[in-house]
């Protein structure tokens, strides 16, 4: 017996790189209305990428451009996946 344990166990883990998710703004056409934006993936360790503007899933390119036709406050989110998610 070791330490009061009948046998000893073990186990193996493996631990995978951490994910980072992040995207810049880039300005293509903003003189006024419309406005064309791009939006560039700078996340790492992604293979699945959800691009979603106000709760609507717009894309789901690493990259993708988007039109806003008029004056508004939006809510631009992407979510990444790895394998291991």
């Known amino acids: 017996m070791n330490n009061g344990c009948p046998s000893d166990t073990s186990k193996i883990i493996t ?6 998710c992040e995207f810049d703004i880039q300005k293509i056409h903003f003189a006024a209305h419309p406005c064309l934006l791009e939006f560039i993936n700078n996340s790492t360790g992604n293979i699945d990428n959800v691009w979603n503007i106000n709760g609507s899933l717009l894309s789901q390119d690493p990259n993708f451009n988007h039109i806003f036709g008029s004056a508004s406050t939006n809510d631009v989110s992407l979510i990444i996946q790895n394998n291991f998610l």
């Open 15 to 20: 631990v995978h790189a951490k994910t980072s």
